[in-house]
């Protein structure tokens, strides 16, 4: 019997080493591995968290750029709604690239050669229009719904600008805030009502009275006596007019018989004189 | 196996959500492949990320007929065989000395390891746990000093669990050098492990 004994430790000791061996397959993976690839392949987007002039906002992106921008109560209820709009799920990134933070800071800060990028699939290409075409408008300054519709040649679709702009899914970083209706009173905003929309336009330095002034008194366009063209009221080259030299508009009929031509940065449109 | 002919229908069939499925089934196992590949967790996380995202660009490529005609599981350790061999001889010729090495996997594994304590022994004898904590460390650390060509096929094998045919498509061999390097390999573990036993043995008598 004694001479078996080493031959049965020698088989239970390879039964040991194969079970150890199964064993070492028992390892966690981190879970960076699924997001990683899927943000990788863009199957998935990353998200992170960005101070903005209306406080934290969610906002997730992928290699093709911006895609939502929310604000949200938790990380879960933004993954869900981000969900919901992209058809992809969201990963929480705590390193996001630093060139995309100081791209983001800096057109935040008013920097429209900021390099942002935006991913706008799935959305019509008037929408796209629209969202690409607001985002033209400079900081600090409004354009009515009807600007965004005669730029981008669909001039009747002032109501689906509108909705283009109630549908924005980068709120912020797309100014829809900046797109206002044609009276001059500031409108809808999506992302917090019109209160949040004056904060936003205030933080750009827009002096959101005086244009809501103008607009309750009927005025459209501004010009200043020296000049030659007329403007939307917060386009930047009327801002250093001294108010004496101020002159206003109700409409564009009666500042192009005033003899009076569009503005070439803000481009209000040209009246159609009859006769 | 019945669940990769399904996926690989899926795959022919719906590209994008077949492949959420294929990465949220397989990178556990191709991140134990990579770990007992490499040795090191953070190595082990590149390796199998890098490995889906080849198998993604692969499958954009193919047509559904070769997508549903898929082996994915031997596939799909294949892409890994290989980038952990490229890796290995890349390594190889630019030697990086780390400067960093209390920063490195060990830390995690150490973490990972009481947690798979804890988890075996709610009840206490962490002894035992921590024991045998030792030993699968020690055995980890052992497959590293084997050849490539036997290391990969023990851990395809004994590890991930896998027929020889399949494992003969991994690596590109006939299913008889396969079995050698198999048993070439454990015997090789064994007999490390049965010397560094008598080792300890004797160093305890002494």
Redesign the interface.
Known sequence: MSDLRPRVDGLSAARDLLTDLRALGHTPAPSTCVSGTLTRVGLADSYMTIETPLGLVYLAWNERGLSVARRAATHGDFEVEAYALLGRRVFLETEPPQRMEQALRAWLAGDRRAPLTFDLRGQTPFMQAALLKAREIPYGEVRPYSWVAREIGRPAAVRAVGTAMARNPVPVFIPCHRVVRADGHLGAYGMGGPESKRTILRAEGLNVTRAEALAAAGVRYVSSVSGDSYCYPSCHSTQSIAPEQLITFASEEEAVTAGYIPCDACRPPLAALAG | MASDVALAAALADDL?SA??AL??GW??????FS??MTGR?RDA?EL??ET??QA??ALAGYDAERRRALRVRPWLFQIAANLARNRARSARRNPVISLDAGDDADGQNFA?AAERIADADPLGAPGAALERQE??DE??AL?LTLPEAQRVV?ILR????MQYAAIAEVVGEPVGTVKSHASRG?AR??KT??HERVAAAQEALS
């Open positions: 994008d492949f959420e990465v949220c990178s556990q196992r191709l991140y134990a770990l007992r967790s996380e199998a990320e889906l995202v993604w660009r990972a030993r699968l055995l980890a497959l023990v004994h590890i991930e669990g454990v573990l064994r492990l049965e």
